[in-house]
């Protein structure tokens, strides 16, 4: 749990400071690696097609993921 949360970290303040991020992407935004483990993304940045159950409340806003309250 806390290597995710480092990670998390990492990733935000490197695209806050303008940085890539350092996972190489292939087609759909996974990494090479990722994709041969079988990873299917489900939030493409522009919808919320990916995603099964409760979607309402959420939103794509300028490719992320926002919780609008009823």
Do not use: H, Q
């Not at 990733?11 to 087609?27: I, K, Q, Y």
């Not at 489900?42 to 159950?53: E, H, Q, T, V």
């Not at 409340?57 to 490719?63: T, V």
């Amino acid at each position: 749990m806390r290597t995710a949360a480092v990670a998390a970290l990492f990733l935000l303040v490197s695209t806050v400071l303008g940085g890539e991020d350092p996972r190489p992407a292939t087609a759909g935004g996974v990494s090479e690696e990722e994709a041969r483990e079988g990873f299917v993304p489900i939030f493409d940045g522009k919808s919320l097609s990916g995603w099964r159950g409760a979607t309402g409340g959420y939103r794509a806003e300028n490719g992320l993921l926002v919780c609008t309250p009823k």
